[in-house]
Structures are given as C-alpha cells and as structure tokens.
Nanobody
Framework: QVQLVESGGDSVQPGGSLRLSCAAS????????IAWFRQAPGKERERVSC????????KYVDSVKGRFTISRDDAKNMAYLQMNGLMPEDTGLYYC????????????????WGQGTQVTVAS
C-alpha cells in the first residue's frame, strides 16, 4: 500500500510558525524528489518548495524564501516543511508529493500525493 500522509497543519496568528510532516509508507522515499504544494479556494495549486533525491538540492517559490525550509529524512521515510513568519497569504491546503526522479526537483508533478493538511493564518 503506497501512501503519503501529511500532518501538522493548524490555525495560527500572523508571525507564527508551523512544521508540516509528510510520512511515506509502501515505498522508499530516497529515490524520490519531494515537493510541497498549497492551494487556497479560488486559486491555482502552487508548488511552494521541493527537494531533490540524492543531492538534496532545494527550491522555493520567491514568496516563501527566507521563511520556509524543506527537509527530508530518508532513514525515517519522512519529509518536512518548517514554516516561520507565517502570513495570511500562506493560508491553504498543503500537500506533499513524491516523484521518482534523480535530477533537479523543479517541475515535478508527483507520482504520489497525500490528502493535505490545512494551514490557516489569521488574527
């Protein structure tokens, strides 16, 4: 059974922090590039960040650079997104996705997707 499960979403005030987790089961993450996406009502899905397999090279959308950090722990089959200095525009349903590839993580669409965890940033 192949599965990705996100957790850690919550409702926080502007300036707050959250750490999202993505747990993989049924396959080994080390061969997969990983990305975090988010989607808010009325908006298109946006790739927030990604991390490559093997090299661990990371990418971020400009709006989160300096605030978010993506990481992975292949021994635990886990990926994370640390989010600091949260803003209302960060609100959305956050998904993790994994794609079997060895190169740069840019442009990945995902072979496997989780069901999402909600992040709400409001006063």
């Amino acid at each position: 059974q192949v599965q990705l499960v996100e957790s850690g979403g919550d409702s926080v005030q502007p300036g707050g922090s959250l750490r999202l987790s993505c747990a993989a089961s049924g396959f080994s993450l080390y061969q997969y590039a990983i990305a975090w996406f988010r989607q808010a009502p009325g908006k298109e899905r946006e790739r927030v960040s990604c991390i490559s397999s093997y090299s661990g090279i990371t990418k971020y959308v400009d709006s989160v650079k300096g605030r978010f950090t993506i990481s992975r722990d292949d021994a635990k089959n886990m990926a994370y997104l640390q989010m600091n200095g949260l803003m209302p525009e960060d609100t959305g349903l956050y998904y993790c996705a994994a794609e079997l590839r060895q190169g740069d993580c840019s442009g990945l669409m995902g072979d496997y997707w989780g069901q999402g965890t909600q992040v709400t940033v409001a006063s």
